[in-house]
């Protein structure tokens, strides 16, 4: 377009609607693994993908070991990848999603810091805007195991177990009946221990 001196000019500015849930410029973007923007899980993300923007990076944390549910939709023109790697970079899940589509995917990842590439899988086609939620399920911790209940002297009970993983304590019973509904004790431990002891214990009698 060529101008001349004294012609009137106007130019008409539209807002971008897409609604990005990170705004991306030339010097502040997602497009390196370094970059990468925070997410939370449980949260729904939507960003856009174009020709001179081929890739987004994301970071996330995983509390502990459990099953993340993810749920994307594609709406760019072409197909999508979509990359998790662990905090060393390396790939522990990946899938593609055509245009137009939406899924949902279930993995299984252990406790620690991740990262998801999202990228066109042919550079430079694949425009358009994406969605996606990573929601989470902690798995259930696994049973302690009792590995011996001693006698000590002086009326006490040395009760130990095998340290579970992933736990923020334990609760220990014990009952002067093998139903567990005469002389129930509740006792609540840490989850740094492996070890308790019951004092004060009173003797009793054996029924036929």
Not at 43 to 62: E, H, L, P, Q, T
Not at 128 to 134: E, P, R
Not at 149 to 173: P, T
Not at 183 to 196: E, H, R
Request: net charge positive.
């Amino acid at each position: 377009m060529k101008l001349k001196s004294g012609e009137n000019v106007t130019f008409n500015v539209s807002k971008n609607n897409l609604k990005e849930s990170f705004t991306e410029t030339q010097t502040k973007n997602n497009d390196m693994i370094d970059t990468a923007n925070a997410i939370d899980l449980k949260k729904k993300y939507k960003g856009v993908m174009a020709a001179n923007d081929s890739i987004d990076y994301f970071r996330f944390k995983v509390p502990a070991k459990g099953k993340i549910i993810f749920n994307a939709l594609n709406s760019t023109d072409n197909t999508l990848k979509y990359l998790f790697y662990d905090k060393n970079y390396n790939q522990v899940y990946n899938f593609e999603l055509s245009n137009g589509r939406k899924t949902t995917e279930t993995f299984e990842l252990a406790a620690g810091n991740y990262y998801l590439a999202l990228t066109q899988r042919t550079e430079g086609y694949g425009i358009g805007s994406y969605n996606f939620t990573l929601d989470y399920a902690a798995s259930a911790p696994a049973k302690p195991s009792v590995t011996s209940v001693k006698n000590a002297s002086g009326k006490k009970m040395v009760v130990k177990w095998k340290k579970v993983k992933g736990i923020s304590g334990y609760e220990l019973q014990y009952a002067t009946s093998s139903n567990f509904k005469k002389g129930l004790v509740k006792k609540n431990i840490s989850s740094g221990k492996t070890s308790a002891t019951y004092t004060k214990l009173k003797k009793i009698k054996p029924t036929m």
